[in-house]
């Protein structure tokens, strides 16, 4: 399995979501992109966007959140759906986050019907 993060893994996320389109975004998901800021092990932050649960390499322009997180948590929380995990790394400082955080907020109570055969599909590829 690739690792989470590495060029195989997005090409990999890229591919499922082709495979399983069209996908009925839930409201909350709907045109919304998550820049996420990711702090690597070495020290290094990689950028990464989500799109409508669709992960890509590189930052947006003009996205209305900006979350900052290392990479276990990043991974705990947008490949586990480990919401836990978010809120105990937001209260201790671990994850930051800048913009709109009610569009952050509103995810969390988003039944995301289609959408979790793409993030079953995203978790089974992840290493």
């Not at 399983?20 to 990711?38: E, F, M, R």
């Amino acid at each position: 399995m690739p690792r989470f993060l590495s060029d195989e893994w997005f090409g990999r996320v890229r591919d499922l979501r082709n495979e399983l389109s069209p996908i009925d975004v839930p409201a909350p998901y709907q045109g919304l992109t998550i820049n996420l800021h990711v702090a690597q092990a070495d020290g290094s932050t990689q950028a990464v966007s989500v799109t409508e649960g669709a992960f890509a390499p590189g930052a947006v322009a003009g996205a209305p959140v900006d979350v900052s997180l290392p990479a276990d948590v990043a991974k705990k929380v947008f490949i586990d759906g480990d919401a836990a995990a978010g809120t105990a790394a937001f209260l201790s400082g671990q994850m930051r986050v800048e913009g709109d955080v009610a569009k952050l907020a509103a995810l969390q109570t988003a039944q995301p019907g289609d959408l979790q055969r793409l993030f079953d599909g995203i978790r089974s590829v992840t290493d």
